[in-house]
């Protein structure tokens, strides 16, 4: 599988250092960057026009590379489409033909198809067999190179250079993470509804690289990421009881936490990967417990005669968000990670399940259900600005991507369940690719 040390510049700099901006010394010096104003994505706002793009197909080395490079700006282009912040211009448009991807483009040729901003690169091999990808970014109207970035990896991993170029592109053209370069792990269903096989799958974020990490014997639910490692937490209903498992995505490797009678949903992992926290059930109420996964060690942190479930962290590690019907209809509720007093946030209609926090901290993702319709929707952590992104028969399982802005949940109109994914804005509504039906996602940190 692909590690971090797998991608580099040509001084050894791993890709996390190079998104950062070092290594792109010797291509940003082409183009000094000129006083001014320096173009700019506003995404806040619900009414986001997306932005006009040029990506004419990556330069060739050889003609050996040449497939690669058109499906690395294929990929590209595809991702920043399906952003719905991006607005790809079609080929057959261009007047300019890029030849030399380190040359200044002719800005007016661009400017004339009203193309904001430019994306030229190549993709050579390397005497060794590696590939190098590198790329350029134009301000088309200001006429200046607003990025520059080069990679070495095997030829086997152009498919992950492409969600990286991506994750760069977006990030210098909207100020925010971009979050290409991540995974899905979801359940893949398959069989007649009776007897459908459920097993864990994970896939890229765009439905490429579909790899199945169970073999459908046991009923699986509710995958969790690691936010630390690639590493999943998931209930598995084998001989009788529920079974937590942790899974290694990369090695296979597999191990029990413990066996949690009346556990409803897997634990989550606390920020720092040390911890999980998880509801069980104890006769007609359930309560909230944290699990040490080193020690094995349980710490107790509601006891009430209600039912408390679906806890989930904040990103600093300091609160938790839950689901609990203490106020006589499942809500949502906030206290301190360590226990303590609630605060209950949610009191729209209806009832508000499945809680989950954005990574950037600033909004609860929930499922709603009231008048018979399930909706999405996203409420900040204070309880104020509630807004429902997408409403219909049964939604369900928010979570987030790892940059915030986007939700992926499952739907389910009566054929079986699909995964859709929607910006925290309410508009882009889009059904993500799987090979069957699909449900119960859970969205990677950014690879390393």
Same mark, same amino acid.
Request: proline residues 7%; charged residues 20%; aromatic residues 8%.
């Given at each position: 599988?692909f590690k971090p040390?797998?991608i580099?510049? !040509?001084?050894g700099?791993?890709?996390r250092?190079?998104?950062?901006?070092a290594?792109?010394g010797a291509l940003?010096?082409?183009t000094?960057?000129?006083?001014?104003?320096v173009l %700019?994505?506003e995404?806040?706002?619900?009414? $986001? =026009?997306p932005?006009?793009?040029a990506l004419?197909? +990556?330069?060739?080395?050889s003609?050996t590379e040449a497939?690669?490079?058109?499906?690395v700006t294929?990929?590209?282009?595809?991702n920043?489409?399906?952003s719905g912040l991006? #607005?790809?211009?079609?080929?057959?448009?261009?007047?300019?033909?890029?030849?030399?991807?380190?040359?200044?483009?002719? +800005? #007016?040729?661009?400017?004339?198809?009203? #193309? =904001?901003?430019? $994306?030229?690169?190549?993709i050579?091999?390397?005497?060794d067999?590696?590939?190098k990808?590198e790329f350029?970014l134009?301000d088309?109207?200001?006429?200046? =190179?607003?990025?520059?970035? =080069?990679?070495?990896?095997?030829p086997?991993n152009w %498919?992950?250079?492409?969600?990286?170029?991506s994750?760069a592109?977006?990030?210098?053209?909207?100020?925010?993470k971009g979050?290409?370069d991540?995974?899905i792990v979801f359940v893949?269903?398959?069989?007649p509804?009776q007897?459908?096989?459920?097993r864990?799958?994970i896939?890229?974020?765009?439905?490429?690289?579909?790899r199945?990490l169970?073999r459908?014997d046991?009923?699986v639910?509710?995958?969790?990421f690691n936010p630390?490692?690639?590493?999943?937490t998931y209930? !598995?209903?084998?001989?009788?009881d529920?079974r $937590?498992?942790l899974?290694n995505?990369?090695?296979?490797?597999?191990?029990?936490?413990?066996n949690f &009678?009346?556990?409803?949903?897997a634990?989550r992992?606390?920020?720092?990967g040390? %911890?999980v926290?998880m !509801?069980l059930?104890q006769g007609?109420n359930?309560n909230? +417990?944290t699990?040490?996964?080193?020690?094995?060690?349980t710490?107790?942190l509601t006891?009430t &005669?209600?039912?408390?479930? #679906?806890?989930?962290?904040s990103?600093?590690?300091?609160?938790?968000?839950?689901?609990?019907?203490?106020g006589?209809?499942?809500?949502?509720?906030v206290?301190?990670?360590?226990?303590?007093?609630a605060q209950?946030? !949610?009191?729209g209609e209806g009832?508000?399940s499945?809680?989950?926090w954005?990574?950037?901290g600033?909004f609860?993702?929930?499922t709603?259900q009231?008048?018979?319709?399930?909706?999405i929707?996203?409420?900040?952590?204070d309880?104020?600005?509630?807004?429902?992104l997408?409403?219909g +028969?049964?939604?369900?399982?928010?979570?987030f991507?790892p940059?915030?802005r986007?939700?992926?949940?499952?739907?389910d109109?009566g054929?079986?369940?699909?995964l859709?994914t929607?910006? $925290?804005?309410?508009?882009n509504?889009?059904?993500?690719?799987?090979?069957?039906l699909a449900s119960?996602p859970?969205?990677s940190?950014?690879l390393?």
């Amino acid at each position: 599988m692909f590690k971090p040390a797998d991608i580099c510049s !040509s001084t050894g700099l791993t890709r996390r250092t190079l998104m950062a901006g070092a290594g792109a010394g010797a291509l940003a010096a082409l183009t000094p960057r000129q006083a001014g104003a320096v173009l %700019r994505l506003e995404v806040t706002s619900g009414n $986001v =026009q997306p932005m006009p793009i040029a990506l004419p197909d +990556f330069l060739a080395g050889s003609p050996t590379e040449a497939e690669t490079a058109r499906n690395v700006t294929g990929i590209i282009s595809n991702n920043l489409q399906r952003s719905g912040l991006f #607005a790809p211009i079609n080929p057959a448009a261009f007047t300019e033909k890029i030849t030399n991807s380190d040359a200044v483009p002719r +800005f #007016a040729d661009w400017r004339v198809i009203n #193309a =904001q901003a430019l $994306v030229t690169g190549r993709i050579t091999r390397q005497g060794d067999g590696r590939l190098k990808a590198e790329f350029r970014l134009w301000d088309v109207f200001a006429g200046q =190179q607003l990025d520059g970035k =080069q990679y070495f990896t095997t030829p086997d991993n152009w %498919r992950r250079i492409a969600h990286i170029i991506s994750d760069a592109i977006y990030e210098r053209l909207t100020g925010e993470k971009g979050y290409f370069d991540s995974r899905i792990v979801f359940v893949d269903e398959t069989g007649p509804a009776q007897r459908r096989i459920k097993r864990l799958a994970i896939m890229d974020q765009d439905g490429a690289g579909v790899r199945y990490l169970t073999r459908g014997d046991d009923l699986v639910l509710t995958p969790r990421f690691n936010p630390t490692t690639q590493e999943i937490t998931y209930m !598995s209903y084998g001989q009788g009881d529920p079974r $937590v498992y942790l899974l290694n995505i990369e090695t296979g490797q597999r191990e029990i936490v413990g066996n949690f &009678p009346g556990m409803t949903f897997a634990p989550r992992f606390s920020p720092d990967g040390q %911890r999980v926290i998880m !509801s069980l059930q104890q006769g007609a109420n359930s309560n909230l +417990f944290t699990m040490d996964l080193r020690s094995k060690q349980t710490t107790r942190l509601t006891d009430t &005669p209600a039912i408390d479930t #679906a806890p989930c962290y904040s990103p600093d590690g300091r609160y938790i968000c839950f689901e609990s019907d203490r106020g006589g209809s499942p809500q949502i509720y906030v206290m301190p990670a360590a226990g303590g007093q609630a605060q209950r946030i !949610s009191f729209g209609e209806g009832s508000h399940s499945t809680p989950v926090w954005s990574p950037r901290g600033d909004f609860i993702a929930f499922t709603g259900q009231a008048r018979g319709q399930f909706a999405i929707g996203i409420i900040k952590p204070d309880g104020s600005g509630e807004r429902v992104l997408t409403s219909g +028969f049964h939604n369900e399982g928010p979570t987030f991507a790892p940059n915030g802005r986007v939700i992926m949940f499952f739907r389910d109109l009566g054929q079986g369940p699909n995964l859709y994914t929607i910006d $925290v804005t309410g508009r882009n509504e889009l059904k993500e690719p799987t090979p069957a039906l699909a449900s119960d996602p859970a969205w990677s940190p950014l690879l390393s």
